[in-house]
């Protein structure tokens, strides 16, 4: 299995002196972690940072995302960034189909999809975000939802090396309740088995991502269960001591 990634989402947060200093204490931290053995380490900060933070961390291992792109390549789209604008500041990585994006802008798995193959097109590694809410949870409709988005919001050819989904449960984004262990690893084991109906052995490459109000004391727990490749995080990834203490529980 790959190296485990653990990925920040810094949502609308940071203007430049506070995202410059959440930059700058990251890069003292890997760099005294120097030699360990360890995640790959994604931050996604808001557009408006993400040339700044990709330039103060350029040449460290530490890698820069959007949290959202357009499905288009440049245009007439007020106030949407394309992927290869995000590429051109650095960018590898884009988080797509959070479930903000999906309820705060009415975002359909084929939206989701579009923007998929967008930014694969320019280069991008897209991590691709499902989850259900509490209401489908408590009615036993979790993996008939999350299997909805899978098949919905993957295009064909998505399941290679570097391919990315993050089971992000709505009820645990920013709530402080994380899913059970055991939850998890049945979400995580229905999510592969679902990638491999889709694409067949490769979606065996697939890396799963746990999201959901991860912290340093819950991570090497959640990190060790089978399946999870790693974890998208909120709220602790703006803490950059708490960030690192999840990167340190990572394998
Ligand atoms: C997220 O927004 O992707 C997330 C998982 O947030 P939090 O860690 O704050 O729950």
Redesign the pocket.
Same mark, same amino acid.
Do not use: D
């Given at each position: 299995m790959s190296r485990q990634m653990i990925a920040g989402?810094w949502?609308m947060n940071g203007l430049t002196a506070e995202a410059d200093a959440l930059a700058a204490a990251l890069l003292r931290g890997v760099g005294e972690r120097a030699g360990a053995p360890g995640a790959e380490l994604l931050v996604c900060p808001p557009f408006t940072q993400i040339a700044a933070v990709s330039r103060l961390l350029a040449g460290s291992d530490i890698r820069v995302g959007g949290q959202d792109c357009s499905m288009h390549e440049k245009g007439a789209h007020t106030g949407d960034v394309s992927p290869s604008m995000l590429r051109d500041l650095g960018a590898t990585h884009v988080i797509l189909g959070?479930s =903000?994006r999906r309820q705060n802008h009415n975002e359909l798995d084929e939206t989701v999809r579009e923007k998929c193959v967008a930014a694969r097109r320019a280069g991008l590694v897209p991590i691709v975000c499902v989850g259900e809410t509490a209401e489908q949870r408590s009615a036993d409709g979790h993996e008939e939802t999350v299997g909805w988005q899978l098949k919905g919001s993957l295009p064909d050819g998505f399941a290679d090396e570097e391919a990315i989904v993050a089971y =992000?449960p709505v009820w *645990?984004? !920013?709530?402080g309740r994380t899913a059970t262990a055991e939850d998890v690893a049945a979400m995580h084991g229905f999510i592969r088995a679902e990638l491999k109906r889709q694409f067949s052995e490769s979606g065996e490459k697939v890396r799963i991502l746990y !999201? $959901?109000? %991860?912290n340093a004391g819950n991570a090497a727990t959640l990190l060790a269960i089978p399946e999870v490749g790693g974890a998208? %995080? $909120? $709220? *602790?990834s703006l803490k950059p001591d708490d960030f690192l203490q999840i990167l340190s529980a990572a394998q």
């Open positions: 989402n949502k959070h =903000e =992000e *645990a984004i !920013g709530t !999201g $959901g109000s %991860v998208l %995080v $909120g $709220g *602790a």
